[in-house]
């Protein structure tokens, strides 16, 4: 069973492509990098396997069920997290509390539940797993400081913390290295090794920085105009003529 098949995905927005029949499988965990050029779909692909975008057509297969008309939320539940482009934290909130959020279960019901029967030795735990998380990114000192105060690279590293608290099966991770200057973007490649050695799950990360994501990732799907262009290793991506090609036309 795989972790994620995703078929013939179209989306249009009026005449754009947006997704133009894209397709892959990602069979077992591990890292994946998924690139392209602007406007390639990358961002639009990760809309809809997370279910905020739905597709005109296609099918999203998530470890050997269709998940293709379900919600949002439902995915989140499901074992989906993702992060944002543009980065998203809350920002009033201190930096633990915005991991502490995260890592809440979804859902009326289960608040309820845990409201009810959930000890203050698992609330102590989660708390110490959420600073575990935030000294791996160097973010144990800015623990109780409102998330606003970060500096951008900072809040990058918090959102990562924030998504990989829930533990996810499947993690989308959208140009986490994108505005993170090079001292962290050491701290910030390492931190996703770890959760990968500690998670094992499927990690599939969009990044514009092809220095980063070929050294981090083991298997390169590429995108161009809405559709999968070229998959192998990094020296395979590398050397492909119609990769070179979307790039520099
Ligand atoms: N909500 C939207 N409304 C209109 N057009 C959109 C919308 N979302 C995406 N598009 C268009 O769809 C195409 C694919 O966009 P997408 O954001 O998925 O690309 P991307 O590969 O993530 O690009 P980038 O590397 O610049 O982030 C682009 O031409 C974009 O302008
Ligand atoms: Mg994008």
Not at 128 to 146: C, I, K
Request: aromatic share 6%; glycine share 10%.
């Amino acid at each position: 069973m795989s972790v994620l098949e995703v078929k013939g995905l179209r989306k249009a927005y009026g005449g754009i492509h947006a997704l133009d029949d894209a397709g892959f499988v990602i069979d077992s965990p591990g890292l994946y990098g998924l690139i392209g050029p602007n406007g390639a779909g990358k961002t639009t692909l990760f809309d809809v396997v997370a279910g905020t975008v739905q597709a005109d057509a296609g099918s999203v297969c998530f470890e050997g069920e269709n998940i293709t008309g379900w919600p949002s939320h439902r995915r989140a539940l499901g074992g989906i997290a993702r992060s944002f482009q543009e980065c998203r934290v809350l920002p009033e909130e201190t930096c633990l509390d915005n991991v502490l959020f995260a890592a809440q279960p979804k859902g009326l019901g289960t608040c309820v539940r845990q409201l009810v029967s959930r000890s203050n030795a698992h609330r102590r735990r989660v708390t110490d797993e959420a600073m575990r998380l935030l000294s791996l990114v160097r973010l144990q000192g800015h623990a109780h400081t409102p998330a606003a105060q970060l500096s951008f690279g900072q809040k990058r590293l918090l959102e990562l913390v924030s998504v990989f608290m829930s533990a996810p099966q499947l993690l989308l991770l959208d140009e986490p290295a994108s505005g993170v200057n090079p001292a962290l973007l050491e701290v910030l490649s390492d931190f996703i090794r770890t959760m990968y050695a500690e998670q094992a799950r499927a990690f599939l990360i969009v990044e514009h920085n092809m220095e980063f994501i070929m050294a981090l990732a083991s298997d390169i799907i590429v995108m161009h105009q809405g559709k999968v262009l070229e998959r192998g290793s990094p020296p395979i991506v590398q050397a492909s003529p119609r990769v070179l090609e979307a790039y520099l036309g």
